[in-house]
């Protein structure tokens, strides 16, 4: 068996800045369940990151389960100097800036989250592939998750122990413990 | 039976007198006695399609799905005052300018890439894919991506896409008007050759 993880910050394990891989979720989740993994989140990555990675350069089909963290909606990526490039409102940056200022509207990113959201679980669904999608974002009415992991600065969920912005490693063991829950309801 | 239909001008039936009438959705579904439900838009994006595809319409009602995918340099944002607003590289030349303008011109001039461009492409045609074969209904899924595509020559950009299409919509054995959309002919040979990739899929 070999699950797919995609997703931010949390995703990798950061603890204070750095990523611990065996206390991140994905490593306990399948330490327990004695099975591989790949892991190919990274820190400060968007939903469009996830979709990109997902359709155009990783094969889900051979994986066994798929668990998806998406995060904040403004967030994005584009290419620059040949390197896809992430940017969130708190990179400076004057026409990103403006991006935000001008241009992007909650409904805009709300409308995308859910395109990407469809895709991811289409694309599992096509490919046979259980998939379990996630959000370190605060419960709303337009969008319904699997899971939601809380997010320390508005919502944190009160069962996972934070240290700072990002859970320690018994919080990531809880969110490996729900997962696992989740995981056997889909069997 | 029913049909629905996504696209740019090309499926909307630019230039035709009357596109109602005579546009290859219309044609293709008349020859299946199906009800035609065309949702294409002059200008329209492929995020915007998608959207449209993947949010808006109940795509597992339908007996056929026919979408094309646009020059892949167009996109979309939401304008509190005016809705969804399209974006295309033609569309702010000799514009008068305000802070939106600008803004995306400055976008298609420095920050937009053809990589950007092929891979937005790419979720879009995926995700179609997946979405009907999630729902087990028929796809055809087409481009106009082809040497008359002024906007990405505008760019400096290669014309093909690197996928692979159902049939091009721009392709030069269709006949054209001065705007390069379909002629009432070019319409019909369309319809003719959907007919035979739908049957194909039977």
Partial sequence: MKVYFDGGSWTRGLQRGEPIKEESFPHQFCKTLNCDYDNVSTKGSSNMRVVRQLLTEYDISGYDLAIFQFTQPTRLEYVKDGEWTSQRTTHKNVFWNAYYKDIYEDLYGQTLEKIHMETVRNTCKANGVPCIITTTNQKSDYIEYDYYMGNSTWDRHPRIEMDGAHPNGKGYRTIADDLLKIYANLL | ?202
């Fill in chain 2, 1 to 202: 039976m029913k049909f629905y239909f996504d696209g740019c001008s090309y499926t909307y039936g630019s230039e035709l007198k009357n596109p109602e009438q005579t546009r290859f959705s219309k044609l293709l579904s008349d020859r299946y006695d199906a009800v035609e439900i065309n949702r294409a838009t002059h200008g329209s994006s492929n995020k915007g399609i998608l959207r449209r595809v993947l949010l808006e319409a109940d795509i597992s009602q339908y007996d056929l799905v026919v979408v094309n995918l646009t020059a892949p340099s167009r996109t979309e944002y939401w304008d509190v005052n005016k809705g969804w607003t399209k974006v295309n590289v033609s569309k702010y030349v000799g514009k008068v300018e305000n802070e939106h303008t600008q803004f995306w011109k400055y976008y298609l001039t420095n920050i937009y890439t053809e990589e950007e461009g092929n891979t937005n492409e790419r979720v879009a045609y995926e995700s179609i894919k997946n979405l009907c074969k999630v729902h087990n209904v028929p796809l055809i899924i087409t481009t106009i991506r082809a040497q008359r595509m002024k906007e990405l020559h505008r760019l400096g950009h290669t014309v093909y896409s690197p996928l692979e299409f159902d049939l091009n919509l721009g392709d030069s054995k269709y006949p054209c008007y001065e705007r390069f959309h379909p002629t009432e002919e070019g319409h019909q040979m369309i319809a003719s050759d959907l007919a035979k990739i739908y049957e194909s899929l039977l």
